[in-house]
């Protein structure tokens, strides 16, 4: 595939591969937050204790938070846009 033959189709592919990756992740940090705080909800603290590096995962998830943060942003614009139509 030559870069000069990607036409507008191509384009609205890649677009909406990129929305659905920044809906997809949405939606997994939107349900570990539910678990994260119906986990605390149902404990007679009202609190959890979450670690960040158990099993050094930490820089990972920064990698990863920090790489999917523009999807995540772009994702959140087109779906508000489309919503304000």
Request: hydrophobic share 55%; net charge positive.
């Amino acid at each position: 595939m030559d870069i000069n033959t990607i036409d507008r189709r191509d384009f609205a592919e890649i677009k909406s591969i990129i929305v659905l990756f920044g809906s997809t992740i949405m939606f997994a940090f939107t349900i570990l937050i539910y678990k994260i705080f119906l986990t605390a909800y149902f404990r007679p603290s009202y609190s959890v204790i979450i670690s960040i590096n158990l099993y050094n995962e930490a820089n990972i998830a920064a990698i990863m938070l920090f790489f999917s943060a523009p999807f995540l942003i772009y994702s959140f614009v087109q779906n508000f846009r489309r919503v304000l139509r």
